[in-house]
Nanobody
Framework: QLQFVESGGELVQPGGSLRLSCAASGFTLASYAIVWFRQAPGKGREGIACAGRADTRVDFATNYIDAVKGRFTISRDDAKNTVYLQMSDLKPEDTAVYYC????????????????????????WGQGTQVTVSS
């Protein structure tokens, strides 16, 4: 069973930085691509960053949507079964609940690719962590 606990969200001023953590349990994190999603009030859940499997012979791929590219960085520490999202230059439009999820289709597939959605392809959601960007 894939289980996640997200943490690190808080109130931050525009231009500030945060690091979110996603602690995984119940499975071997390195065998899955991991995606960070967010859901703003009144909007659907969108994938924003992903990291490919870490148990292949090649460096894992990372992908970002344009809205966060250059400001957010996804990383993984598979020894700790944890994935991180480093966020900088935060904007009010980044306000959302942030979630992580494992891409089941990546397990056992060749390569270290990743995709950021659609959210309907993912399950086993954690409780999320609230990020609020406001002055």
């Amino acid at each position: 069973q894939l289980q996640f606990v997200e943490s690190g969200g808080e109130l931050v001023q525009p231009g500030g930085s945060l690091r979110l953590s996603c602690a995984a349990s119940g499975f071997t994190l390195a065998s899955y691509a991991i995606v960070w999603f967010r859901q703003a009030p009144g909007k659907g859940r969108e994938g924003i960053a992903c990291a490919g499997r870490a148990d292949t012979r090649v460096d894992f791929a990372t992908n970002y949507i344009d809205a966060v590219k250059g400001r957010f960085t996804i990383s993984r520490d598979d020894a700790k079964n944890t994935v991180y999202l480093q966020m900088s230059d935060l904007k009010p439009e980044d306000t959302a609940v942030y979630y992580c999820a494992a891409d089941r289709s990546s397990n056992g597939s060749p390569g270290s690719w990743c995709r950021t959605g659609p959210a309907t392809d993912f399950d086993s959601w954690g409780q999320g962590t609230q990020v609020t960007v406001s002055s």
